[in-house]
Each structure stands twice: as C-alpha cells, then as structure tokens.
C-alpha cells in the first residue's frame, strides 16, 4: 500500500527541493549582495543598509533604464500579439491546411534562431553602408540611412528584430488554436452572411480569449530576456536610449565599475517588480 | 472574396520572404570575401569561397566553445530529463491543491530576471573555485531545464488516456511500472518535443554564460559574438559563417518541435 501511495511524494520531492535551492540560494545571495557594497576590485565588503537603492533612485541612468524597460515591454508586446493575430487569422483564411503546414514550418524559423544569431543577421541588414535592409533607401536617395546609431530608431529596429523572432512563431500558435475550434459556431456565423472579419472578431478571438491573454503573459515574460539583441545590436547605445535595466545591470558589474552590490540591488529591484506584477496577473487571470 | 483571398496570399508570400530572406542573405555573405559583402549595390553573383567556415572552424577557441556547448547543453538536458519529467507526471496525474501551487511556482522560476541569477551565481561559484568551469554552467542551467521540462511536459502527460493506465493497473502494474512502461512511451512524442524545446533554449542561452564564463568554459554564442571584435576591422565574411553555423543545430530540430506543437495544440479536436 506504501508503494501505490509514494509516488507523487517520490517524483515530486526531490526535484522540488533542488529547484528550490538553485533557486533561492542566488537569490538570497544577491539580496544580500544588494545591502553590501562589494565590488569585483575589492573583496572585503561591509553592510551599507539601503544605500544602494537611495543611490538609485537618484541615478539618471538607472531612471532611463527603467523607462526604457517599460517601453520595451509595451512595444514588443502590443506589436508580437497584433502581428500574430492578424497573420494567424490571414492564414486560416487564405490557405489549405496543406499550405499552411508548410508556411507553419517557415515561420517557426526565426524563434529557433540563436537570439544572437538574430541580431546579428539584422545587424547586418541594418548596415548604413552595405545592408541589404538599407539598399532600397541608399539606391533612391544616394544617402547612408543611420538607423541603430540613430537614438530615435534604435530601440524600434531592436524591437523589431524581437517582433521578427516571436511574431511569426505566436502566428503559428494562434493558427493551431484556430484549427483546434469547433466548426459550427463558425460555418453558423457563414450561413449567417457573416463577413470574414466578424466571424473572428465577434467570434473565434473571444473563444480563444483566456489562451491569448496567457499568450500575452507569455511574451511579456519572454520580452525581459531582451539582453542578447541589445547586448549585440547597440550595446544600449546610441548613448543610453536603448538601455534597459539587465543591460545597464550588466554594464555596472561587469564592464564599466565592477560594482557587484550596486548591480545585484538594481537586480532586486526588477525582481520584485516582475514577481509582484506577474504573479498578481496570472492568479487574476486563472481565477 | 476571391480578390481578398488573392490579396491575403500575396501578403502571406511577402512575409514568407521576410522571414527567409535575411536569413538566405546571411547564408550567402557565409561564402563571400568582403570585398564581395562591402559593396554599395547587393552582389548576387560571386564567386563563393570556404575561406570563412574555414576560418572558423579551424579556430582553437571555437572546438573548445563546441565541446563545451555539447557538453554542457547535454548533460543540463538529461539531468531535466531525469528531475524533470518524473515531477511533471506527478504534477498532472495527481491535481490538487497542492501540486497546483508547485506548478505554479515552476511556472514562476521564469519570471525571474536572468541578471538577478547571473550576479549573484557569479559571486557564489568564484568564492566555491569553481568559476568559468562546465560544471558551475550545468548547475545552473538545470536550473532551467528542469523548469522547462516540467511545464512542457504537463500537457503531454495529461493526454495519456487514464483508461489504458487503469487497464494495466488492473493486470497488475504499480504505479511506478505504469508511469515507466505506459504514461512514458504514450507521452513519447510530445516529451520528445519537450525535451528539443529544453536544448534548443540551452543552446541559445547567452547572458548567464556571458556573465559565468571568461575561458575555459565559454559556450559558442559567447565565442560567436566575440568574432566582432576580431583586429581592426568587421570581418562580416567570418561573422556570416559563424551565425549559420550556430543556428544549424537548433534548426536540425525544427521538425520535432513543429510536431511538438501541433500535438499540444490539437487535442481538442479529440
């Protein structure tokens, strides 16, 4: 009888606690860290309380950072979940399932890319002087076009290599979720003299409603992990407009000042922010 | 209608060109000399050298970064495999309370900021002696595969009919036999996908590497991205190669996840 009972405690258990301890111990680390004022240069370290965080709320850079996160965020959001619905509807729409498994097969590409390998195709194609990107706009006018070392554009062409990556592959979702409906509502809604747009505005999308706004968890969730197309596209730059706050984390404890405690507190910071606003939104969402 | 159809399939094309244009571009500037790559107007035709994928697979520091990547990228896998899967079949053949709020809180070990690992696990493995080796990166990338794992595979264990569990219940399986002989090789498909999307995830990883490695234990997307910074100038011919040679394994995986997908999306329709 044992046996039959132990089995969720014997597969649970273990894996739990492992997860909890490479979980929690960094974590409990870099609170720690982030009421210290350790440095990469100097290992002895003393307690400064809340030093580091009246520090940043005074700190124009780390200000900018956030704003730039916030933008981020709403960017690439808005624009991966548009994109995605209109494709997937445009797909469900004009093709054959053949066609459609196969273009499925395409627009899966991009997200599998390396996030690198991503930013630097685009950095590429972005190339004032010889992008691909670029060409159209130098063949008519004979002029460079400057768009990542731009400061207004910057952060749109970042944010529209992410919209590359994540748009095309949420198409993909959002047609699979479309094919997996039931036909009646919609061929009712058909014989109805529906138009084509109604059908899923007032139909389809309101079904699909609790899985596109997990869907648009999901993206923001996956929009914080931005470093790698940042980090390789502009490294924040032009000066600091595309700086958001791992980058500018980064650039404090590793490349500019080494100063680990500074960086860790900007880390706490983000991490209550996302843990309080997420897990507030998925419980509201679930229940 | 039949316009708008025509209209939206146009559409459809363009963006199909979109996503393999850029991508078709990299792959022929990978067999391009720069005085090819850096010309005002596109160069079409040339005459393609291997002089770049040479140059990079010939690099010491790229075998090294390989070798790495492999080991490290496996070794996180399997071990999510091992912790992973075990607990996501516990998780949906047992619903309550109870393993409701663990995949709650598997769910919410993605919400965590990269940064606020990376900082810390930086400070821990240098005081531990065992910075920048694999053994530090496997640690905490199981991090992520077990997590991964596990929230990919709930759906796929869920779809095990409980009746063919109960079948062989009844001709005398325990529990652990029916999860090993029975939910695993079901479920086998849409794990298989599970565990693909867990590597295609390590594979790609770059900022706790960035932050945890210097150079024994660098992984190739780090060494991918130092190549900018090769001497004096862009050398765009070697950066080109080194992108398609780092996206060809993920790739190699497109299959498995599309079907992946479609078996996770589809159930409804049963």
């Given amino acids: 009888m044992f046996r039959q009972k132990s089995l969720p405690y014997v597969f649970l258990v273990p894996t739990i606690l492992i997860l909890m301890i490479l979980a929690f111990v960094p974590l409990g680390y870099a609170i720690n860290l982030s009421f210290r004022n350790m440095t990469l240069f100097r290992p002895d370290s003393s307690y400064v309380g809340f030093e580091n965080f009246v520090n940043l709320w005074s700190d124009r850079r780390f200000l900018n950072a956030l704003w730039v996160s916030a933008k981020w965020q709403v960017i690439t959001v808005t624009a991966t979940m548009l994109a995605a619905v209109f494709l997937g509807v445009l797909m469900f729409e004009t093709l054959s399932p053949r066609q459609r498994n196969i273009m499925c097969l395409i627009f899966l590409v991009p997200v599998l890319l390396p996030r690198v390998c991503a930013a630097f195709v685009w950095r590429f194609a972005f190339h004032p002087l010889y992008g691909i990107f670029t060409y159209p706009y130098r063949a008519i006018t004979g002029e460079p076009l400057e768009i990542l070392s731009n400061p207004n554009l910057a952060l749109w062409a970042v944010a529209y290599v992410d919209l590359w990556q994540w748009g095309f592959f949420f198409a993909v979702i959002i047609v699979k979720l479309l094919e997996a409906l039931p036909h009646q509502p919609i061929e009712a809604a058909r014989l109805d003299h529906a138009r084509t747009w109604e059908i899923h505005a007032y139909i389809t999308l309101p079904m699909l409603r609790a899985q596109l706004v997990a869907l648009t968890l999901i993206k923001a969730i996956e929009s914080l992990r931005s470093f790698d197309l940042i980090y390789v596209m502009t490294r924040g730059g032009p000066g600091i407009s595309t700086e958001t706050l791992d980058m500018y984390a980064f650039s404090q404890g590793f490349i500019e000042a080494g100063r680990i405690s500074y960086a860790s507190s900007m880390a706490v910071i983000m991490l209550l922010l996302t843990i309080i606003i997420f897990t507030i939104i998925w419980k509201r969402v679930r229940a | ?270």
Avoid: H
């Fill in chain 2, 1 to 270: 209608m039949n316009m708008s159809r025509r209209f939206g399939q146009a559409f459809l094309l363009l963006m199909v060109f979109m996503v393999l244009f850029p991508l078709l571009w990299t792959l022929l500037n990978a067999f391009k000399q720069n005085v090819d790559i850096l010309t005002r107007a596109p160069k079409f035709i040339f005459t393609p050298v291997l002089d770049n994928m040479i140059f990079v697979l010939s690099r010491q520091s790229v075998l090294q970064a390989l070798v790495n990547s492999l080991i490290i990228c496996l070794v996180s896998v399997v071990v999510g495999v091992v912790l992973g899967l075990p607990a996501a079949y516990a998780i949906a053949r047992y619903p309550n309370r109870i393993t409701d709020e663990l995949q709650f809180f598997v769910l919410s070990l993605r919400f965590l900021p990269p940064v606020a690992v990376a900082i810390p696990l930086m400070v821990i493995w240098l005081n531990l002696g065992l910075y920048d080796t694999r053994l530090a990166m496997i640690v905490t990338y199981s991090l992520l595969t077990i997590s991964i794992t596990i929230w990919l595979s709930v759906p796929g264990f869920q779809q095990v009919p409980k009746e063919i569990e109960e079948a062989a219940r009844v001709d005398g399986c325990g529990v652990y036999a029916v999860f090993f002989r029975i939910a695993l090789p079901v479920a086998a498909r849409t794990l298989l996908g599970a565990v693909a999307f867990s590597f295609v995830l390590i594979w790609n990883e770059f900022l706790i590497a960035l932050m945890l490695t210097t150079s024994d234990a660098r992984t190739l997307p780090i060494v991918a991205s130092e190549m900018s910074q090769l001497g004096m100038d862009v050398p765009w011919g070697i950066l080109n190669a080194a992108v398609i040679l780092l996206s060809i394994p993920p790739l190699l995986l497109l299959g498995l996840l599309s079907s992946f997908m479609n078996s996770v999306f589809s159930r409804k329709k049963k």
